[in-house]
């Protein structure tokens, strides 16, 4: 290694970038120079040379050694935190959100900690002629056992535009999601846990994948119901003035979602609606009074759609970096006399949040009104498309030239650059975490609980620079524990539980610090498995996790018995080189199948425990209950089966890599209605195989 090199690596980990880190396998791996650099400068740590190298250095020496206080300090509760250092005594208040002082004094020169208050929340910190906001965390979040009535909970997940329900126009939407909650709490569920339900791109249906949004300070205003403005009479009144009746009726019976088609004609009978509800005083009132309440975040959002919807009009497709440079900037006079000349199309994107709003509230009330003890699990995503809404609206708060994404790991062993971009982690201190803050307050105002993809982020995130393979990029890290003690506070003012997804390359001590934390990670029935590739038993799994058979990224139980999976990946080149995936499946069959006879699975499922004779990879209804049951009897908090386990469906909803021309990503419809998906003979086996197994002593 060159002295350049060495003093490039000084950097790089002073800045918080991992020169050195162990992949999947835990083999150590060192970063390439020209990845250290390109990182480094996308950061805003220039280094090509040793001059640019002494300067950056200097700039994190002075950003270490700051006399001022940040906007935001994160402490637990009633323990010391440090304070910026000062060459005199200074007086100090803390004072409570309703503006009393709850401490008071006068702080030593050579005295740099405080002591928080004992009860967590919010405070405002003044010291000397400096203030600025205090978090006080409580010692863990808020978890299942802070429930009322919730023992041993179970859930279902649902990819919500999955549902159906008479008269959807070919997407699930929130009063589907109503029909499906009032359906899974009648069978004993607990919990609901949905896809992410962030915003997109209104103005281009054909961009559809929930993990790729535009915000997620917003929703998806596909998913909410015409049907809720006017009445039903108004909607059959707009759908003849459009002619959409055949077109909607034919939308509602794919087998797959048709996204374009079906999001242009949903959003052409709401924007109808709207223009017809303009004389509904009420309904304008309630617009305004929703618009006042969201601020300037809502204003701008509106802003962004409506000029996208301009732009594309116009012929320019793709992000707000397409647009021209006066529009850039969301504060700029051109974006503001645009809103002006355009108020109408404005206020059109601003309902569409309202009525998106309303829909998710009353879904999540009427699983708790149903009887579920947690309701509604959200889905965070971990990063938003670079040209969308919040990259546009929040500019000082996001990365710009990386891309979140993922070193080869058991989930893909080409590695991943998944195109979007999150927070920076300067951004994040300089703002006060505000964008942060939000995104929680997002995804916890309409649910009980709130899944968070890619839970590894809050510590670390493989950045990849533009222009690098996905292999290319490193890790940079986060502020861990100022964003697991804002997490924590967030979810005791909401009430709601918290699931981390830490999957794929994991640091050591990774999951025992977010358990301790009360985050529940996640343990899948695929990767349980013991040194010599069995299945461990489900008492011996994690008691600090939530348990399911799959994910939306993995077979579901029917497609990994029957190897459908496996025909997918061969089909879409990611069969691992040299491997017979089907002599090893039947092998893994075996395991499993040995797995369910040991836990009593398989006898409660009503099949014969025969270990040395597993059923055929035909029969899969039988695994499907096994299976169900199996995962249930884990010690964990909380079990959650998705939908199409306890339906025994063989496809899975997404597979990573591939583009919809190879695999039909995000666009399967489950086969029966919302109302009734839990009243087929298997799905009633499988709750109740899960709901007997929770009920155990």
């Not at 099949?607 to 059923?615: A, Y």
Request: proline share 8%.
């Amino acid at each position: 290694m060159s002295d350049l090199d060495a003093r490039l690596a000084e950097l790089a980990e002073q800045a918080g970038v991992d020169v050195h880190w162990r992949d999947a396998n835990d083999r150590p791996q060192e970063v390439a120079p020209p990845t250290l650099r390109a990182v480094l400068d996308a950061l805003g740590l220039p280094c090509a040379n040793d001059g640019d190298i002494d300067a950056s250095l200097e700039r994190l020496r002075r950003e270490r050694e700051g006399t001022q206080l940040p906007r935001l300090l994160v402490a637990d509760a009633g323990s010391p935190f440090p304070s910026p250092a000062a060459s005199e005594p200074r007086r100090y208040r803390i004072e409570d959100e309703q503006g009393a002082t709850v401490v008071e004094g006068t702080a030593p020169a050579d005295e740099r900690t405080l002591r928080a208050p004992d009860a967590p929340g919010y405070y405002r910190l003044l010291l000397g002629n400096d203030a600025c906001t205090l978090a006080v965390a409580p010692a863990r979040a808020f978890g299942v056992g802070d429930i009322s009535g919730a023992h041993r909970p179970w859930g279902v997940a649902v990819q919500l535009p999955s549902l159906r329900r008479p008269g959807d126009g070919g997407i699930g939407d929130f009063t589907a999601l109503e029909h499906c909650a009032r359906a899974a709490a009648a069978r004993g569920a607990d919990a609901l846990a949905i896809s992410p339900v962030h915003a997109l791109f209104a103005a281009a249906p054909e961009r559809y994948s929930p993990y790729a949004p535009s915000s997620r300070l917003f929703l998806n205003p596909l998913y909410a119901d015409p049907g809720r403005v006017g009445g039903a009479s108004a909607l059959r009144t707009v759908t003849d003035a459009h002619n959409l009746r055949q077109e909607l009726a034919e939308l509602e019976w794919l087998e797959l979602i048709d996204w374009p088609r079906a999001g242009r004609a949903r959003i052409t009978l709401l924007r109808t609606l709207f223009e017809w509800s303009s004389a509904d005083s009420k309904l304008t009132q309630a617009l305004g009074a929703f618009r006042r309440e969201q601020g300037e975040p809502l204003e701008r959002h509106a802003r962004f759609e409506a000029l996208q919807v301009h732009f594309r009009a116009h012929d320019v497709p793709g992000g707000w970096q397409a647009w021209p440079a006066e529009f850039h900037d969301p504060t700029s006079p051109a974006v503001a006399a645009f809103a002006r000349e355009h108020g109408r199309e404005v206020a059109f994107h601003a309902f569409l949040q309202w009525l998106a709003t309303r829909g998710l509230a009353d879904a999540h009330r009427t699983a708790r009104e149903s009887g579920m003890a947690i309701g509604l699990v959200s889905d965070l995503a971990v990063g938003t498309d670079p040209g969308g809404s919040q990259a546009w609206s929040h500019q000082g708060e996001l990365l710009h030239g990386l891309s979140v994404g993922a070193p080869p790991d058991l989930l893909n062993r080409n590695g991943q650059d998944w195109g979007l971009t999150t927070f920076s982690p300067t951004g994040l201190k300089r703002s006060g975490y505000a964008g942060y803050l939000g995104m929680l307050r997002a995804a916890l105002a309409h649910a009980g609980g709130v899944r968070i993809d890619h839970v590894l982020g809050l510590k670390r995130l493989w950045l990849v620079p533009h222009g690098f393979g996905a292999t290319e990029g490193a890790y940079v890290r986060y502020p861990f524990e100022d964003l697991l003690r804002l997490l924590a506070i967030e979810s005791h003012r909401n009430r709601a539980v918290v699931i981390g997804e830490d999957l794929g390359t994991v640091p050591a001590d990774f999951r025992q610090r977010i358990g301790a934390e009360g985050v529940l990670g996640i343990r899948v029935l695929w990767f349980e498995r013991a040194a010599d590739r069995g299945f461990i038993a489900p008492m011996h799994w994690s008691a600090e996790a939530m348990a399911t058979t799959s994910t939306h990224d993995v077979a579901t139980v029917a497609g990994w018995w029957s190897g459908r999976d496996i025909e997918w990946r061969a089909r879409a080149g990611l069969a691992e080189p040299g491997v017979d995936e089907i002599a090893g499946r039947a092998i893994d069959r075996g395991r499993l199948w040995r797995a369910l006879c040991a836990s009593g699975a398989a006898a409660d499922a009503g099949v014969i425990p025969d270990e040395n004779r597993p059923p055929t990879p035909e029969d899969v209804l039988p695994i499907a209950i096994a299976a169900a049951g199996h995962v249930a009897r884990a010690p964990t908090p909380l079990v959650v089966i998705p939908a199409e386990d306890l339906l025994a469906l063989p496809e899975q909803p997404n597979l990573p890599g591939p583009t919809d021309a190879v695999h039909p990503n995000w666009r399967r419809r489950l086969p029966e209605s919302a109302s009734m998906l839990f009243d087929g003979p298997v799905a009633q086996a499988c709750c109740g195989a899960v709901a007997a197994a929770r009920n155990a002593p």
